[in-house]
């Protein structure tokens, strides 16, 4: 089976920076992606990582290290509409590459 | 390209009515999720599609659910004499299929269908 733990709520002003944590326990890793979620929306995707390491794009990135069970998106430059729910996600070798979430991390950025 | 549509959006059902929904994944999509997101909880799978199969349901409740991917039309999922329980977003999501050559084969979400029993 597989565990994912993140913090419930953070905040953070708008331009500053903000990491938010994930830690997951799994029987079999195949990757790990983060999701941005606004209220009554879709998740989004943001990030993949699959090795150890800094994934970067633009404002956001995701660090993964498989060794310790550990990733974290980072965002930069916040910005009011950053306000959100950021899910964290693992995906196994079954199911056919379903994805397992955690229960998501609530960011207000505020002014 | 149009993305995963899912409808109907919004669905009010009473308890013991049927609810259907329904999924159309995005062009060249072959692989379909259904996942189920409970106030306050993260989203669970429930089961994955391909074209005419059930790949796997583990993540369906025994009774009362079903769902189907059939050759043409969108997939469906079906939940039968409802209870209040069943009250959450139920979210589809597709991937390319494997031999795509795409690099993480992430899943693209649908809007999400709203159920709520009363």
């Known amino acids: 089976g597989q565990n994912i733990d993140q913090p419930t709520e953070m905040t953070a002003t708008e331009g500053a920076i903000v990491q938010i944590n994930c830690t997951y326990q799994?029987?079999?890793?195949?990757?790990l992606f983060w999701y941005q979620q606004h209220a009554g929306e879709a998740p989004t995707f943001l990030s993949y990582?699959?090795?150890?390491g800094l994934e970067e794009k633009g404002r956001f990135s995701s660090f993964l290290s498989r060794s310790k069970g550990y990733s974290y998106l980072l965002l930069k430059e916040l910005q009011m509409k950053d306000s959100a729910s950021y899910l964290c996600?693992?995906?196994?070798?079954?199911?056919?590459?379903?994805?397992?979430f955690g229960k998501g991390t609530s960011l207000l950025v505020t002014p | 390209n149009a993305g995963v549509m899912q409808n109907p959006r919004h669905l009010v059902r009473r308890r013991g009515q049927e609810a259907r929904l329904r999924c159309s994944p995005m062009?060249?999509?072959?692989?379909v999720y259904w996942y189920r997101q409970l106030p306050e909880e993260g989203l669970k799978f429930m089961v994955y599609?391909?074209?005419?199969?059930?790949?796997?349901e583990s993540g369906m409740p025994k009774e009362r659910f079903s769902a189907e991917f059939p050759k043409e039309g969108p997939s469906i999922l079906r939940i039968q004499q409802v209870v209040r329980g069943d009250s959450a977003a139920y979210f589809c999501?597709?991937?390319?299929?494997?031999?795509?050559?795409?690099?993480?084969?992430?899943?693209?979400f649908g809007p999400g269908t709203r159920l709520t029993v009363t």
């Open positions: 999501a597709s991937s390319p299929p494997r031999t795509s050559g795409s690099k993480s084969y992430e899943q693209y």
């Open positions: 799994t029987s079999g890793f195949n990757g």
């Open positions: 990582n699959v090795l150890d």
């Open positions: 996600a693992v995906r196994g070798f079954t199911s056919g590459y379903a994805l397992n």
């Open positions: 062009k060249g999509h072959s692989h």
């Open positions: 599609l391909q074209k005419e199969n059930i790949i796997d």
